[in-house]
């Protein structure tokens, strides 16, 4: 019975949803009313409200050697390793142009968040001189967290020891799946040794917290594959696990062309593959977080889920929330609270756009009233599970009105304008924040737009 009502939920849930990295989510920005002025007196007046907080910078590092043909994420593919001196420059460049903006002395550094592409495609020596001149004249504050990205199969020594002695205590493992056939299909090789080897280094340097990105609904993956990466993740003891399901959106990333829909795992297939999983990360100890994360009991991601700080923003979920997240780099999305900016595509306009002296701001979204509100809303459902109905707010009775369908089906529950996800609608979440997201309510055009919720 409990698998006949689940197969039900699936059939009626699995549509194209958002993960919700924002709100409104980049399809729906108002790019006509954006402009590069607005977004620089947005950024400066943020800053001069919360500069005690200290600042987040995320730098996108778009190059890879090869392209992963699962990988949704803006990339340029290159062996052309002469291509990371110039990139670098222009990063300086911009971050620069920022520092102008903010007009202050010393900075405090709250996060730097590398991330790609590929970061460990640039050389140690280059990423000393990328981070050195971040922090040049500035100062960390005294929790700052410094993370990156890293290939298992490229990551050297040097790379870990040199971005550990500028600050780096954290390290985030893209391995996806170690089933050979899997990897051969999604162009991404490593193996369990690649993987160790850099877990070894990495404790042995000092690194507090480090993660494993595990995909499910890969093309060829079964439900062995499954147990045998969570088995082999298990053994090599993450810090933090994030188990997301694979996006598949051929008609924006041709690449996932390589594979049919036939090749997938879709509906109740895909479904087993997450709660196989969830329930074996869960048995060894870690605790959800989140959508698709979870966490040791004492990692920081987690008591940020138990004292209420846990912040989802474009790079997925962090442990606290800083009001100003500046991106550099091609694509780099940036967050002033009330409003996003996101940087050109390609690396010819972004070092064309900087060469200029121009922010290379190519869209963004102004957030009015309205956005502000169902944000909070959004952001207490992804981060906390419930949601408090602001008294008056015009739009909540439409809101539990959508509400209603989930409701029946015991996904969420609404007493005295408290809206709380059940154990069950945890697997339904996208779904869940679709009630509360108002643009995307006005549009038919989702399909193309977004992946499947499950």
């Known amino acids: 019975m409990e698998t006949e009502i689940l197969n039900k939920l699936i059939n009626k849930y699995n549509v194209a949803a958002p993960r919700y990295t924002s709100y409104p989510t980049v399809p729906f920005w108002e790019n006509e009313r954006f402009n590069e002025a607005d977004w620089r007196q947005r950024v400066a007046l943020n800053f001069n409200k919360s500069k005690d907080q200290g600042i987040s910078i995320y730098v996108h590092l778009p190059f890879c050697e090869s392209l992963c043909t699962y990988c949704g994420c803006n990339t340029r593919i290159t062996k052309n390793h002469q291509v990371e001196d110039p990139y670098i420059t222009s990063l300086l460049k911009e971050w620069q142009m920022y520092k102008d903006i903010l007009n202050e002395d010393k900075l405090k550094i709250a996060e730097i968040h590398l991330g790609g592409g590929t970061p460990t495609f640039f050389t140690a020596e280059n990423l000393h001189r990328l981070i050195a001149g971040l922090l040049e004249g500035n100062e960390k504050t005294a929790d700052a967290s410094f993370s990156f990205e890293a290939h298992p199969a490229n990551t050297t020594y040097e790379h870990l020891k040199t971005l550990y002695d500028l600050g780096f205590k954290r390290l985030s493992l893209g391995i996806q799946d170690f089933d050979e056939k899997v990897q051969f299909i999604i162009n991404r090789h490593q193996t369990v040794e690649d993987v160790a080897r850099v877990m070894q280094d990495a404790r042995g340097l000092g690194y507090e917290s480090i993660n494993f990105d595990l995909i499910y609904g890969l093309p060829l993956q079964t439900a062995e594959s499954v147990r045998m990466t969570i088995e082999h993740s298990m053994k090599l003891n993450p810090d933090r696990i994030s188990f997301y399901s694979y996006a598949h959106v051929p008609w924006i990333k041709p ?17 087993n593959l997450y709660k196989l999983g969830k329930q074996m990360i869960q048995e060894s100890g ?15 991601l987690y008591i940020a889920s138990l004292d209420g700080t846990l912040h989802r923003n474009f790079m997925g979920y962090a442990d606290r929330y800083t009001p100003l997240l500046i991106g550099l780099g091609v694509s780099s999305i940036s967050d002033a609270w009330t409003a996003f900016a996101q940087n050109v595509k390609t690396v010819e306009e972004y070092h064309k756009l900087i060469g200029e002296g121009t922010l290379p701001v190519v869209k963004g979204h102004i957030l009015n009233d309205e956005d502000l509100v169902i944000r909070e809303y959004i952001l207490d459902m992804m981060c906390r599970g419930k949601v408090q109905l602001k008294e008056g707010f015009e739009l909540n009775e439409r809101i539990i009105e ?5 409701i029946a089906d015991e996904l969420v529950s609404v007493e005295q304008n408290i809206v709380q996800i059940s154990e ?24 193309n737009l977004f992946s499947q919720a499950i």
């Open 255 to 271: 690449g996932q062309r390589r594979f049919t829909e036939h090749d997938l795992p879709v509906g109740e297939e895909k479904l």
């Open 286 to 300: 870690y605790k959800d977080v989140g959508m698709d994360h979870f966490a040791k009991t004492d990692d920081a």
């Open 402 to 406: 959508r509400l209603q369908p989930l």
């Open 424 to 447: 069950l609608g945890k697997s339904f979440l996208r779904n869940v924040c679709m009630a509360f997201d108002e643009r995307l309510q006005k549009t038919k055009e989702r399909d």
